[in-house]
């Protein structure tokens, strides 16, 4: 230490090897409890770097930002030196940085980046209660940033006509890459053609700021009676351990209420939280009669420690993180002197992805429609006439390269076929079944007002194919599913990444009926990457997906009496509420099972639909 202090004596203090001595001691002194000694060094470091001209701190050097060491040292605890809006100086901070260098790379690009500065969002400590509402500000600018990134760069994109002839090259990139039957190598030369045309393209883009959404904003957002919410889970940092662990990950809830009110509750270790999770999933897709005991299990973990703030609320908003947005919070059962009651029907529950949600929904939608489309029970079987066109020069070499056989075997879905017309009939919607239940149909049909379909939904990754990114996660299997090889450009799948680029920015609700259609990996921060992500990418206002495998004949019966309730002129959240009491009563015993009613789960927007 004394070493270093002699050395920046010696050397100056304006240059670059003197601010990287200075991180040196601060961290010396972190690591020897003297923590206020490090505040000031610290402060001394960022005053020199501005001296220097720099404006933003992060990623300056390959040393620590010492606005990011102050941050963390101040988030332990309120010592003097500690500057009252250090956490809002280093969201700025971040914030400028996300936006100075991701907005121009491609898009999976954007995730490696994204993963490397991740750990600035969930490695945190909330012991100084002073920061609580700037706690709050910075998980509500922070949440999901990634994904509002992208689809403001794709709407930018959209925009501009001479932008045309790249953007249709990606997407027809995109759907070659969905191809499952395609060979590795050649989805590795696709993929690097999509990352530089992506790159080409995103050059165009002007400065996309991510903006600080501050808890009073959220605030004025909420109704009457109404409480948020924000769910997070995060690695605390141990000021005495600064190395932490991915083992010592937990849950909290920030809770805001109508009122102003705003509080903070440990919710617990993300081993403990997670495994009663899995253990509940398990039960319900089993069918167990134990199953409702296990959500009254995860219930009692995740929203007992924060019942008496909630008790009168009559609206609550919900923004679940990682795990926990497989929970069916609708049916989380809560059972008193022998009395059953679910979370559904003692107040209105309406989930969404971040807080920042609020602000986007209160905006109308961007385009009226009235033209809405239904597709059931596709011909899986069905075989393409064989196109193999070229479509970019620089691939030609590639287009004799053999397909593998990897063709799946889906079988028919009848009860979607019943499912499919009653809804058209209610909704009065263009219906698309058999062979006409195609990929090119549903991206080819404009303005969708809602879309419903009815079809099986597949996860599954090729054997040893490492050459597609987490984007490409989840498909729907459609006509000519189960020979995805007759066909170079259309393998008989809807991909998410297809998904995300299409124009549903005027569509009011998305249903995938299928099973375990939320299902995605999840990212700390940014939530589920899958067919959700996907969807709200393309700008529907609202989804509406399976938790769980579904019976098609319960799941038919199910989404019926849905629209019919919706058309009815109750809300989508009432809508969903309703069909799930009337399952819970219904004479068919089997559909009182949880596994049945409980299945979707709806997010976004929860208002009426005017039809």
């Given at each position: ?207 996309i700021s991510p903006k600080i959404i501050s808890a009073d904003e959220i605030v004025k957002l909420l109704p009457n009676d109404s409480a948020l919410i924000e769910f ?307 700008g529907s206002r609202s989804s509406l997906l399976s938790l769980w495998e579904v019976n098609d004949e319960a799941t038919a019966d199910f989404m019926i009496i849905f ?49």
């Amino acid at each position: 230490e004394e070493s270093l202090f002699e050395y920046v004596r010696g050397n100056g203090w304006e240059n670059n090897a003197s601010i990287e001595a200075l991180g040196l001691i601060a961290d010396i002194k972190n690591w020897k409890r003297e923590y206020e000694d490090a505040l000031i060094i610290s402060k001394k470091q960022i005053e020199i770097y501005r001296e220097l001209g720099f404006d933003n701190l992060i990623g300056i050097s390959d040393e620590e930002s010492p606005l990011h060491r102050i941050y963390k040292i101040c988030s332990y605890k309120q010592f003097e030196n500690c500057d009252n809006k250090i956490v809002l100086k280093f969201l700025k901070d971040l914030l400028d940085y996300l936006n100075g260098n991701i907005i121009y790379l491609s898009t999976q690009d954007r995730l490696n980046f994204y993963d490397a500065i991740k750990d600035y969002i969930i490695y945190r400590s909330y012991n100084n209660n002073n920061n609580l509402k700037d706690d709050l500000t910075f998980w509500l600018s922070t949440k999901g940033v990634l994904a509002d990134i992208e689809k403001s760069a794709w709407v930018l994109l959209n925009s501009k006509p001479e932008n045309s002839e790249k953007i249709n090259k990606i997407k027809i990139l995109n759907s070659k890459l969905s191809n499952i039957s395609q060979d590795n190598n050649l989805n590795k030369k696709l993929f690097e053609q999509k990352k530089i045309l992506e790159r080409s393209l995103f050059k165009t883009l002007p400065e996309i700021s991510p903006k600080i959404i501050s808890a009073d904003e959220i605030v004025k957002l909420l109704p009457n009676d109404s409480a948020l919410i924000e769910f997070k889970e995060y690695i605390p940092y141990d000021i005495n351990n600064p190395d932490g662990s991915d083992n010592n990950k937990r849950y909290l809830a920030f809770l805001i209420t109508e009122k102003g009110v705003i509080e903070r509750f440990d919710i617990g270790s993300s081993i403990d939280i997670e495994n009663k999770i899995n253990a509940a999933l398990l039960s319900t897709k089993e069918g167990l009669s134990d199953s409702e005991r296990k959500w009254s299990e995860v219930r009692n973990l995740i929203i007992k420690p924060m019942q008496n703030e909630i008790n009168n609320v009559k609206t609550l908003f919900i923004s679940p993180d990682n795990l926990l947005h497989n929970v069916p919070f609708n049916g989380l059962p809560r059972y008193q002197f022998f009395k059953k009651s679910y979370f559904g029907s003692e107040v209105r529950i309406n989930l969404i992805s971040t807080g920042r949600d609020l602000i986007n929904l209160s905006k109308p939608t961007k385009t009226e429609s009235s033209n809405s489309l239904v597709v059931a029970n596709p011909d899986f079987n069905f075989e393409f006439d064989f196109d193999n066109r070229d479509f970019i020069g620089e691939l030609n070499s590639y287009e004799e390269e053999l397909l593998n056989d990897n063709s799946s075997n889906w079988k028919s879905l009848p009860n979607t076929e019943k499912e499919g017309i009653e809804i058209a009939k209610i909704l009065n919607a263009n219906l698309l079944t058999g062979i006409e239940a195609s990929t090119a149909s549903i991206t080819n049909f404009k303005n969708p007002k809602i879309i419903h379909i009815a079809s099986h939904v597949d996860f599954s990754i090729k054997k040893n194919d490492n050459s597609k990114p987490l984007i490409f996660q989840g498909s729907i299997p459609l006509a000519g599913a189960n020979n995805p090889e007759n066909s170079y450009l259309d393998d008989g799948y809807l991909n998410a990444i297809e998904i995300s680029q299409l124009d549903w920015s005027g569509s009011e609700l998305v249903v995938i009926s299928g099973c375990s259609s939320i299902k995605g990996q999840f990212i700390p921060g940014e939530g589920i990457f899958g067919l959700k992500r996907a969807i709200s990418l393309a700008g529907s206002r609202s989804s509406l997906l399976s938790l769980w495998e579904v019976n098609d004949e319960a799941t038919a019966d199910f989404m019926i009496i849905f629209y019919q309730n919706l058309v009815s002129g109750l809300s989508r959240s009432e809508a969903l509420i309703a069909t799930q009491e009337t399952f819970r009563k219904h004479k068919k015993l089997d559909y009182r099972q949880p596994y049945i009613w409980g299945a979707f789960q709806l997010s976004g927007d929860w208002r009426k639909i005017n039809f």
